[in-house]
């Protein structure tokens, strides 16, 4: 079952980013890949991949980003994606997906049946019509309260692990301690958007 294009895959996640690429490979699917949506886009002007799956909650370039610029893109507004998040699954963070053009949105983990099914019917269907872009200001404004409502989770989280961790034992903070510095990191990636945004809004106001 190859395809004439590569299907993109961005994770920042290794084990993830392996996990999918190795399903895809084995179900006869041409697979490129990258760490980031920066690294994402450069993929995408050399190689204009037939489908792109890619996480939201990443360095540099989230998924939301990768998606707003693919869509002011002529070249490339209408190649589809599919959005993987275990972060943004609340069905405000999915209408707001759907409203810049993302295809489709799978929860993690991946339920891989329901994921091989997606990816065919996206490669078997043609290429959809042009998903027109978003504009800007509405863009960044829906993408901040997206982001600023996840980074009141994520301290939540981060002051519920921390509070819990304190009553616990040396041995027993050790096995909250990954989960703890994964938050710790989203929160700070969050926080680096949420200041480009609004570095954004004012050179656009």
Not at 89 to 114: H, N, W
Not at 192 to 205: D, K
């Amino acid at each position: 079952m190859k395809t004439r294009r590569p299907i993109l895959v961005v994770e920042d996640v290794p084990d993830t980013l392996e996990l999918i690429k190795v399903t895809l490979n084995f179900n006869g699917y041409e697979v490129i890949t990258a760490r980031n949506g920066e690294e994402a886009l450069k993929i995408i002007q050399r190689q204009r991949p037939a489908l792109i799956i890619t996480d939201v909650l990443m360095p540099y370039v989230d998924g939301f980003s990768l998606v707003q610029r693919i869509r002011l893109d002529p070249t490339t507004r209408n190649i589809p994606v599919v959005f993987l998040s275990a972060t943004y699954i609340a069905p405000e963070d999915k209408e707001f997906a759907a409203s810049i053009g993302v295809t489709r949105f799978l929860e993690k983990p991946i339920v891989m049946d329901e994921f091989l099914r997606t990816v065919k019917e996206l490669l078997s269907s043609g290429l959809p019509a042009d998903s027109k872009p978003l504009e800007m200001r509405k863009f960044y404004h829906g993408y901040r309260q997206r982001l600023e409502n996840k980074l009141k989770q994520k301290l939540s989280q981060i002051a519920r692990t921390e509070a819990m961790m304190a009553a616990l034992s040396e041995q027993e903070r050790q096995a909250f301690q990954a989960t703890l510095e994964k938050a710790r990191e989203e929160r700070d990636e969050i926080q680096a958007l949420l200041e480009q945004i609004r570095r954004q809004l004012e050179e656009s106001a």
